[in-house]
Nanobody, 121 residues
Framework: QVQLVESGGGLAQPGGSLRLSCAAS????????MSWVRQGPGKGLEWLSA????????NYAESAKGRFTISRDNAKNTLYLQMNSLKPEDTALYFC??????????????WGQGTQVTVSS
């Protein structure tokens, strides 16, 4: 069965960095786009970034542009999100999500359980 397991969250100081990982199993990882989505305290889901199946095309929400970088290693079936210049408003539960095709930025069929990121001094 499809499994997506996020890791790498934790406590970071404002201006700091974190690197999130999402280990995928149970499907042909290299055939599907992947995305990162977050949910802040008391807020709805916010799509952050997507990467196509080959890792050649990426897209970012305005809140992530210039600070976050999405990448993937198809040999390791792993998705990454490098987060720099973190702000307190980045505090959220971060999810990885599997796209329905090679470049699906808004349609997801599986989600991980999330990893908590807290940005505070």
């Amino acid at each position: 069965q499809v499994q997506l397991v996020e890791s790498g969250g934790g406590l970071a100081q404002p201006g700091g960095s974190l690197r999130l990982s999402c280990a995928a199993s149970g499907f042909s990882f290299s055939r599907y786009s992947m995305s990162w989505v977050r949910q802040g305290p008391g807020k709805g889901l916010e799509w952050l970034s997507a990467i196509d199946n080959n890792g050649r095309d990426t897209n970012y929400a305005e809140s992530a542009k210039g600070r976050f970088t999405i990448s993937r290693d198809n040999a390791k079936n792993t998705l990454y999100l490098q987060m720099n210049s973190l702000k307190p408003e980045d505090t959220a539960l971060y999810f990885c999500a599997k796209g329905r095709g090679v470049w699906s930025q808004v349609e997801f069929d599986f989600w991980g359980q999330g990893t908590q990121v807290t940005v505070s001094s």
